[in-house]
């Protein structure tokens, strides 16, 4: 290989497709690698012989789970905000147009043992049975200020910059309980944890309003949609979109060895007795092991169904967030749950997904007040992963390496990572201005 790539990248992972996209149409030569004969590496889609073969340690599921081709099961699921950073990546790299994207039917959380749907605006707040009527009202003057809020508008300010005052102190002016201010930040503006109540308010105002304008976008009783056939579909759109700008792509590549010169510096990658030469690799954990270290490990539960999760209006597709006060935890719990209607299992069933932060070494009793919420199951499969995070200096090395991915069942921390490494390659922010008329969604009627 006597050509020198601007960027090697190694690994199919949504992280890695996407960052290999964004740097491609950026005018960048980019050179994937996988030493995997499939797409996806941790985020793939599995057939239903694939997820027995993986689980169960042979290809023979039982016949009444339906035809294993039906079934495109996203090993990372995770929804994406209709407004949201991926949407706009994808727009800005013209990849919407190898994919048809259906909306997402219901967004809930967990309070006091039951399932709620998520009140996102003034109108809703009435309407939810999650508050009281004192505090409905109150939600709807915090809702109405958040919707009327334009950082161009000192007026829509109402005296408050939210530039320097933290979150709590909003949320206080409003006078918020505790399990209000739980669900608006956990299951709205999602935040993994409190430690946003101490940050600029403005972020957290930033979040509610792209929610609600996600959730005004299809009108479908949720701000997210989702691919069809689920996932699986995103890195070989990905892939055909580095063909079209003259990358290349590479599956089966055994023992891709990251290549350093005597600086310490990544200068190619080595596979099969033949080295690329390249300015820079990006990588996940697992390329350069030596090069990570663990931060923590997702437990999480895999399951078929032949209903929808209970209490949630019959959503064939939903997502459920159990906020970590709920179960005395640490870490927020995710319940994920999509089906035929977006073609990722036969007829009649559905996948669910229960997911978290790990706190024991017992992902069955950690995982049950979620489990106990999807109603009887015909498989569950659970499953432990560790998480790392590289300890490197990319730009002493340059070697950019991503993150592994986290609980959560939506896109916005894997693009936070995404943007991050992006900017660190480029040295340039993203500028992600599209028209996002450009990513359509199906409603969510069947």
């Known amino acids: 290989m006597d050509v020198e790539y601007d960027v090697i990248v190694l690994g199919t992972g949504l992280k890695e497709c996407i960052l290999s996209g964004l740097l491609s149409v950026d005018g960048l030569k980019v050179l994937h690698m996988d030493r995997n ?57 013209n990849v919407t147009k190898y994919l048809n994207f259906k909306a997402v039917d219901g967004s809930f959380v967990y309070n006091k043992g039951k399932i709620y749907k998520v009140p996102a605006t003034d109108v809703e707040a009435l309407k939810s049975t999650l508050m009281g009527l004192f505090e409905k009202r109150r939600a709807r003057k915090f809702f109405i200020y958040v919707q009327d809020f334009d ?112 600086s310490g510096k990544a200068i190619g990658v080595t596979s099969d007795g033949e080295t690329a030469k390249c300015k820079k690799v990006v990588c996940d954990p697992s390329y350069v092991p030596d090069k990570v270290k663990k931060v923590g490990k997702v437990a999480r539960a895999i399951c078929i169904m032949s209903h929808p999760i209970p209490d949630t209006n019959d959503s064939h597709s939903a997502q459920v967030i159990l906020p970590q006060k709920q179960l005395n935890r640490k870490s927020d719990m995710y319940l994920f749950c999509c089906s035929y209607s977006h073609n990722v ?52 090395d340059s070697c950019f390496v991503s993150t592994s991915y986290d609980a959560t069942t939506h896109f916005e921390t894997t693009m936070k990572d995404v943007l991050a490494t992006y900017t660190k390659i480029t040295g340039k922010e993203l500028d992600l201005t599209v028209d996002l008329s450009a990513a359509s969604a199906g409603g969510s009627e069947e």
């Not at 039982?62 to 099961?73: A, D, F, I, Q, W």
């Not at 530039?163 to 909003?170: D, G």
């Not at 105002?205 to 299809?218: G, N, Q």
């Not at 997911?355 to 659970?382: C, M, N, R, W």
């Open 37 to 93: 004969d499939y797409y996806g590496g941790e985020s793939s889609s599995l057939m239903l012989n694939q997820l027995w073969k993986r689980f169960k340690g042979d290809e023979n599921p039982p016949e009444t789970l339906g035809s294993s081709k039906e079934y495109n099961v996203d090993m990372i699921p995770k929804f994406m905000m209709a407004n949201g950073i991926l949407v706009r990546a994808l727009i800005h790299t």
């Open 151 to 262: 950082e161009n508008d000192p007026k829509s300010h109402e005296g408050l910059d939210l530039n320097t005052i933290p979150a709590k102190e909003l949320i206080g002016k409003y006078g918020l309980e505790d399990d209000t201010i739980e669900f608006i930040g956990h299951a709205l503006a999602l935040y993994t944890s409190d430690s946003y109540l101490e940050q600029p308010a403005i972020d957290f105002v930033k979040k509610i309003r792209l929610y609600a304008e996600s959730l005004a976008r299809f009108e479908s009783g949720s701000p997210y949609i989702y691919p069809m056939y689920g996932l699986g579909e995103l890195p070989q759109a990905f892939a055909r979109l580095s063909a079209v700008y003259g990358g290349t792509y590479m599956l089966n590549k055994p023992e891709c060895k990251v290549e350093f010169d005597d």
């Open 345 to 396: 299992a036969p007829q009649g069933k559905f996948i669910s997904f229960v997911t978290t932060e790990a706190e024991t070494d017992d992902p069955q009793s950690e995982l049950k007040p979620g489990v106990d919420l999807l109603g009887p199951v015909d498989e569950i499969f659970y499953e432990t992963y560790d998480r790392y995070e590289p300890t490197n200096d990319a730009e002493a």
